[in-house]
């Protein structure tokens, strides 16, 4: 077992967070982590990367839930198409009974999260987005024609298709464990569960921009060696130019794991603006609420005429 799953972090997220399974229909159960007070109806949302499941987003969860916001982690169900899971993500919210929501996608996550926001963009529905290490158009993996094959492939091949995009350089220690727990996830998801990620994740098919003006976004992305290439990343900035981005030096593909306080800390730049709204994710004139806010005053003088925010 690697480093971070024999971590105490991560034994004491086990222990405290409730596992939740969440049933929208006679074929889609969604796995969910569900923390912070229920009384905010516009949560962040987490969405895992294709290797994932929902629980590699715990130390955001354990942290920014300790902080007043509510935050929730999702776990796909089987689903083959944008369509089917943008109506079955929608189901889910419905059944949470949530107002809007803002979405942190990671990877495919990020790629999701887009389409959700197209697919409600005539009743928006998302708020805002962060989207780390992602993409626009699925060509850019250059699988589209395979893409309808996945599903009869055996577990061990489609394995090996996901870790062939991990990092395989020398790299820091926590950027190490981060693939580590990650390549442990990967084992657990059976051929039918990855089978239907890598379809939706190289299934032709792009994001249409034009439908997401009215959404607030964060483009935060690492400036080291990760599974997408330099000119991926500049295309997600000319789509989105009005975004902030959040740059962060280093920490791979999974720098929410790796890099935990320098994410959790962007997250919180990117939320504040909305801290005295009906749609703040977190409680509004609670002591949480108002300690936040003054603990985020230095960031405000920090960032307020700065477009661009960098991690060292």
Known sequence: MGEFMESQEYQSFRSNIPQRKICVSDSETWTIYDAGPRTVSCPLIFLPPISSQADIFFKQILTLSSMGYRVISVEYP???????????????????????????????GGFLAQKFA???????????????????????????????????????????????????????????????????????????????????????????????RDVSVMIMDVNDDSALCPSVKEEMCKCYPEARRAHLKNGGNFPYLSRPDEVNLFIQIHLQKFLDTRYSAIERNSDHGRLHQASTQQQDDIAANDHSIMSS
């Open 78 to 108: 089987v689903l083959w198409t944008i369509e089917e899971f943008c109506k079955s993500f929608r189901r889910l919210v419905d059944h949470l009974q949530l107002d809007k929501v803002h979405l942190f996608g990671a990877s495919l």
């Open 118 to 212: 197209e697919h409600t963009h005539v009743s928006p529905f998302v708020h805002s987005m962060i989207l780390c290490n992602t993409f626009i158009d699925t060509s850019v993996f250059r699988k589209t024609g395979s893409a309808q094959t996945y599903w009869m492939l055996p577990a061990l091949v489609l394995k090996k298709m996901v870790m062939g995009t991990f990092n395989k350089g020398l790299v820091d220690d926590r950027t190490a464990d981060s693939i580590d727990f990650v390549v442990e996830s990967l084992e657990r998801l059976n051929q039918s569960e990855l089978a239907s990620r890598l379809t939706l994740n190289c299934a032709e098919d792009y994001v249409q921009p034009q439908k997401l």
